[in-house]
């Protein structure tokens, strides 16, 4: 059954166009993903759906009895009641019959009504009704329902008195988001549900949606969670939507599948355009020809010609490179305990960092990770224990607040300030590569988005050369095609990296090192993220099995870990070689494969086939690229 459908639907703002011609159609079981650049339109196409904004020309066509539930980017609760009351809020209906039933028990226990037997009957049947409707409606459920939903997303039995103003911003955000949860709209609508949510947290998200009883549109930067939840995807970029069935990780494949197609198709009709015009302009002056060449004409100017395949947006550029090798032992921490206001946040934690090491720091919200980054960068003091870097250490750290960023300057002057030893043409190339070109560089940067202050903040970053990188939740606020090329940039960094982040598939695809941070410590893992979940799962287990406690079968999985640690690190870096070097052959075969091609053009040109100096030379020429290209085939056949 389709609950929603959007037909050539535009929007403007000012002049500016911001949809064009959007079309969506949304079946009652669907798990639909928006994808696109921020900037192109998600938030606004999701404010439009559930009637926060108007569009300007198309059609909604919605039934009338759908109901539509959407939950905005950082979207907070604001109430004097408690988390529990505002809670119930949601059932208010059913508080109402519950209310009724109560009332009628009493009725038919009073005397007048039971001596009564049609009164009786009557009040009965009512009793019946409602008691039916409240059972179908979720009532004898609905407080379990409650405590389920607040469970899933970390608050207790003991948080539910709390008065929601009293609490911070990330924590309004979830109770928004489990308020919207327990209405159980048809259609739920989430604009980065993702955002505030810790791992653990997440994945129960994931469970639940998984479940849902209606549709589902959601707006995510995190491709984990959309690959594990979403089953069709609409791209909206250029203005305009495509539809993809399948998840994320299918969205990308089909879209390189689609655009390579399109591309052979395009350049097979400018070969045959080019064959024709060639053709018309050798023999149009002939008069044995003459009339071959207009039929050619004729079916140029009926061909419709095909517009050059559009690749992606344009992306940034980035590149993290050091100035000078730090030593081998890189971070030495032993027994740290951090805290605020004298609080110990966790204690007994110890972590050790190797050159070329790049290690994920993990644990539920307010655990203490961001704390103890600023206190490896000296922001904050320890409270106990202590750490130390190696030799050659320097250090760049990146802030997921962006606070150092100076908010009364223009893009332009916060970059130039620190770097003024550079002219201005080399800042905004810098800039350029970053998305901010023409004008943007002019714009104060308190008027940046949380999107623009992050790349801009990366830019700093790049331009500082540190051996050791210190990242605070790095990929928040960028969209998916900024979030792989930060990836990619990271991946070839010859530094050491220790990062926290909540997004699972950067930490996979980064991690060689994961450290587990508890109030009581810190657990290595020595491998990605899907490896610490799997060493968990196998700990989890034993304990379940043999009754013993984690810490007990995690030595024996410790020791076992740390026999191939080393030989797990070394075939890491093996493995991102063999990954550059197999995107050198390609391009090398690309570019010998353009250039047999040019040659085979001009061994065809009257003027050359009749030079023979000129066809031994290309000849020559081909027969050496057709060595190399195999040279090269044979190699890749290898690698891969």
């Not at 559930?50 to 905005?72: C, E, H, M, R, W």
């Not at 109770?175 to 949510?197: F, Q, S, Y």
């Not at 350049?267 to 023999?283: H, M, P, W």
Request: hydrophobic share 35%; net charge negative; with cysteine.
């Amino acid at each position: 059954m389709i609950i929603l459908q959007i037909n050539q639907l535009t929007k403007f703002f000012g002049a500016d166009l911001i949809l064009s011609n959007i079309k969506l159609e949304v079946q009652s079981k669907d798990r639909i993903a928006l994808v696109g650049r921020n900037g192109a339109g998600k938030s606004t196409l999701l404010k439009i759906i559930s009637n926060q904004l108007s569009f300007d020309s198309g059609d909604i066509i919605k039934p009338k009895d759908v109901t539509i539930g959407y939950l905005a980017q950082d979207t907070g609760l604001q109430t004097e009641r408690s988390i529990w009351n505002e809670m119930l809020t949601v059932f208010s209906g059913l508080k109402d019959l519950e209310v009724q039933m109560r009332s009628l028990e009493e009725k038919m226990g009073a005397p007048s009504c039971f001596e009564n037997e049609t009164l009786y009957a009557r009040v009965l049947k009512e009793y019946d009704e409602i008691q039916e409707t409240f059972k179908q409606q979720g009532g004898f459920q609905y407080e379990a329902d409650i405590r389920s939903v607040l469970h899933g997303l970390r608050f207790s039995e003991f948080d539910y008195e709390t008065p929601i103003e009293t609490l911070s911003g990330g924590q309004r955000t979830r109770l928004a988001l489990a308020k919207l949860l327990l209405t159980k709209p048809d259609l739920l609508i989430l604009d980065e549900p993702t955002n505030h949510l810790d791992i653990d947290t997440l994945s129960w998200l994931e469970s639940y949606l998984q479940g849902y009883p209606g549709a589902l549109l959601i707006v995510s930067h995190d491709r984990y969670f959309l690959d594990k939840v979403v089953t069709t995807v609409y791209e909206i970029s250029r203005k305009q939507s495509t539809k993809f069935h399948g998840n994320y990780s299918s969205y990308l494949s089909q879209k390189a599948e689609q655009y390579e197609r399109d591309m052979k198709m395009f350049e097979k009709q400018q070969d045959e355009i080019s064959k024709l015009q060639d053709f018309v302009q050798r023999n149009l002056a002939r008069a044995s020809t003459t009339k071959r060449a207009q039929s050619r004409r004729k079916q140029l100017d009926k061909m419709q010609v095909m517009d050059r395949p559009q690749g992606d947006e344009k992306s940034a550029s980035i590149m993290f490179d050091i100035d000078r090798q730090s030593g081998n032992d890189v971070l030495k921490v032993k027994d740290l305990a951090v805290s605020y206001d004298q609080t110990a946040i966790f204690q007994h934690a110890d972590l050790s960092l190797s050159r070329g090491d790049s290690v994920a720091l993990v644990g539920p919200n307010g655990i203490g990770k961001s704390t103890l980054l600023k206190t490896l960068v000296n922001q904050l003091k320890p409270l106990a224990g202590s750490f130390s870097f190696g030799a050659n250490v320097s250090i760049s750290y990146y802030d997921q607040q962006q606070a150092d960023l100076t908010s009364n300057k223009t893009v332009l002057y916060e970059l130039w300030d620190d770097y003024s030893h550079k002219t201005e043409k080399e800042i905004r190339t810098i800039l350029g590569n970053f998305l901010f070109s023409g004008d943007d560089v002019l714009k104060p940067v308190s008027t940046l988005s949380g999107g623009e202050k992050a790349r801009l903040a990366l830019s700093k970053l790049m331009l500082q050369r540190s051996n050791v990188l210190i990242l605070d939740e790095p990929t928040n606020h960028l969209d998916l095609d900024s979030k792989e090329i930060l990836e990619n940039a990271l991946i070839d960094y010859p530094g050491t990296i220790l990062f926290v982040s909540h997004d699972r598939y950067f930490i996979n695809r980064l991690a060689t090192k994961v450290y587990e941070l508890s109030r009581t410590g810190a657990t290595e893992f020595l491998g990605d993220y899907d490896y610490y979940i799997e060493k968990k799962e196998e700990a989890l287990e034993l304990q379940r099995l043999e009754g013993t406690a984690i810490s007990s079968s995690s030595t024996a999985v410790k020791e076992k870990e740390k026999l191939g640690y080393e030989q797990e690190k070394e075939a890491k870096r093996l493995e991102r070689q063999k990954k550059r070097r197999l995107e050198e052959i390609e391009k090398e075969i690309e570019e010998i494969e353009i250039q047999l091609e040019e040659n085979e053009n001009q061994l065809c040109l009257p003027e050359v086939y009749q030079d023979h100096e000129k066809v031994l030379k290309l000849n020559t020429q081909n027969e050496t690229y057709q060595e190399k290209l195999m040279a090269l085939m044979e190699e890749w056949e290898q690698l891969v």
